[in-house]
């Protein structure tokens, strides 16, 4: 099994956050989450079900959709747990790729928290 989200040690690159902050204020990066967690909350649904259908090139491809829009918004920890959904489909390890939704889901959580409170407090 490939290394999954769990071995980075950062959740949010916070200077894409500030940037953001900084081009959009907090009203424009509440926008932007707020659409980027709705397209990713689809994607992740749909994610899910190719892999249950075991349609491992289309679900390749929704988990390399999910990886750039988190690191467009900075979201590390995602990104980098659909990069290794992504890389478990191309290799053909679907038993992988289903262990690591669950990877996934947990760095949504915590990446949605920490985004959260940091635009929150800004």
Do not use: P
């Not at 953001?20 to 649904?45: H, K, M, P, Y």
């Not at 995602?78 to 038993?95: K, P, T, Y």
């Amino acid at each position: 099994m490939r290394i999954l989200a769990t071995d980075t040690d950062h959740i949010v690159d916070f200077s894409q956050i500030d940037a953001l902050l900084n081009a959009a204020g907090r009203d424009g990066v509440l926008d932007i989450l707020q659409a980027f967690w709705r397209s990713t909350d689809e994607l992740a649904a749909q994610l899910a079900r190719q892999l249950e259908e075991g349609d491992l090139n289309e679900a390749a491809r929704t988990a390399h959709a999910i990886k750039g829009s988190a690191a467009n918004v900075g979201a590390s920890s995602l990104a980098f747990s659909a990069r290794a959904i992504e890389a478990c489909c191309r290799d053909g390890d679907a038993v992988a790729a289903l262990a690591a939704i669950e990877i996934m889901r947990g760095a949504y959580a915590n990446t949605r928290a920490t985004m959260s409170a940091r635009v929150e407090a800004a």
